[in-house]
């Protein structure tokens, strides 16, 4: 018998409108005042797959972001900026400020509601 992910069925529509450049995110972030909200993943990170069905799917994440300049990096093609902030294990996020400095971070997939309370605090 073949093993069931815990992560099936998620289903829904990523929206939220990520940047994947970092240095063009960095820039706006930047110009805008306004914090970045980093989003470490991979392709084949089971959690994450589930997250963008479902989390990232929810119209009130997409909301709760209007702030923020939220960025997507895969640490397969991010490499060193991933060893740059020590990812071990992903998704990994890290929430920060107009200058670059680390206000927030959290190390584990997160369902609707306990991104917006995490998000909330930042």
């Known amino acids: 018998m073949a093993a069931v992910s815990l992560y099936m069925g998620s289903g829904g529509k990523e929206i939220v409108p990520w940047r994947e450049d970092f240095d063009a995110a960095k820039l706006e972030a930047q110009q805008a005042h306004r ?20 989390t990232f799917a929810s119209t009130a994440v997409k909301d709760s972001l209007a702030n923020f300049v939220p960025v997507k990096l895969d640490i397969d093609r991010y490499k060193t900026l991933a060893l740059q902030y020590g990812i071990e294990t992903v998704p990994r996020f890290f929430v920060l400020d107009e200058t670059g400095k680390i206000t927030r971070d959290y190390d584990r997939a997160m369902t609707e509601d306990e991104f917006l309370a995490w998000i909330k605090k930042s």
């Not at 970045?36 to 479902?54: D, H, I, N, R, V």
């Open 35 to 54: 914090p970045m909200l980093l989003y470490f993943t991979a392709s084949w990170c089971e959690p994450c797959q589930y997250m963008k069905g479902t």
